[in-house]
T-cell receptor, first 116, second 115 residues
C-alpha cells in the first residue's frame, strides 16, 4: 500500500525555536510537497521538490526552508518559529509529471504544530 | 495562475438524500481535476479525478463528479448520502500545460449528513 509518513502528529514549540517536520514516502515518487492547512484557506503550497537536492518555492515560502537529501525524505524547517505558523502541515508525494502520470497526490496524516 | 472556488463553506443533507458539493476552477489550458476527502485529524484521501474522456467520473465510496468545460465546473455528487460521508471535501486543479503538476486546492466544504 502507498504510504507517506510524517514523523510527528502533534508538536508544541515556543516562539523562536527551530522546528523540523519530517516526511518519508515509500513509493519511489519523484515529487514531494509541503502544504499548510488553515480553516477557510484550504491547502497552501509552501515548498516542493522534483528530485534529490532540488527545491522550488510554492505560494507561501516565507519563514520556511526545506531539505531533500534522499529521494524518500523531504523535511520542512521553521528556522525561528512564530505564532502565525501554528497550523496543520501536510506532506504529499506524486509521480513525476511525465506522460501517463496525472499528478495525483498521496498525503501523510498531517502534523499539527502549535507555536506558543 | 490556477485557482479553485468552492462556493459553499458547509453543506447539510439528510441521510438518503442526494449530496452535491460544488467546485469551479480557473486554469490555463485543459485541466486535471481532483476531489479529496479529509476526516477529522487525518490527511487527505483521494476520491476521484478527471483527466480526459468521459465527463462523468466515478470514484471511491459511491461518489461521482461531472466535468463541465463550458461552466468550468467539477461538482461532486452522491445519489444517497450516508452519515459516514460527513467530512471536509477539497476540490483541486492542475494544468496539463504545466510541467510541475502542482495542485491548487479550494478552501474546502464541510459536509454534514444527519441521520
Amino acid at each position: 500500500d502507498v504510504k507517506v509518513t510524517q514523523s510527528s502528529r502533534y508538536l508544541v514549540k515556543r516562539t523562536g525555536e527551530k522546528v523540523f517536520l519530517e516526511c518519508v514516502q515509500d513509493m519511489d515518487h519523484e515529487n514531494m510537497f509541503w502544504y499548510r492547512q488553515d480553516p477557510g484557506l484550504g491547502l497552501r503550497l509552501i515548498y516542493f521538490s522534483y528530485d534529490v537536492k532540488m527545491k522550488e518555492k510554492g505560494d507561501i515560502p516565507e519563514g520556511y526552508s526545506v531539505s531533500r537529501e534522499k529521494k524518500e525524505r523531504f523535511s520542512l524547517i521553521l528556522e525561528s518559529a512564530s505564532t502565525n505558523q501554528t497550523s496543520m502541515y501536510l506532506c504529499a508525494s506524486s509521480l513525476l509529471g511525465l506522460a501517463g502520470s496525472t499528478g495525483e497526490l498521496f498525503f501523510g496524516e498531517g502534523s499539527r504544530l502549535t507555536v506558543l | 495562475a490556477q485557482s479553485v472556488a468552492q462556493p459553499e463553506d458547509q453543506v447539510n443533507v439528510a441521510e438518503g438524500n442526494p449530496l452535491t458539493v460544488k467546485c469551479t476552477y480557473s486554469v490555463s489550458g485543459n485541466p486535471y481535476l481532483f476531489w479529496y476527502v479529509q476526516y477529522p485529524n487525518r490527511g487527505l484521501q483521494f476520491l476521484l479525478k478527471y483527466i480526459t474522456g468521459d465527463n462523468l467520473v466515478k470514484g471511491s465510496y459511491g461518489f461521482e463528479a461531472e466535468f463541465n468545460k463550458s461552466q468550468t465546473s467539477f461538482h461532486l455528487k452522491k445519489p444517497s448520502a450516508l452519515v459516514s460521508d460527513s467530512a471536509l471535501y477539497f476540490c483541486a486543479v492542475s494544468s496539463r500545460i504545466s510541467n510541475d503538476y502542482k495542485l491548487s486546492f479550494g478552501a474546502g466544504t464541510t459536509v454534514t449528513v444527519r441521520a
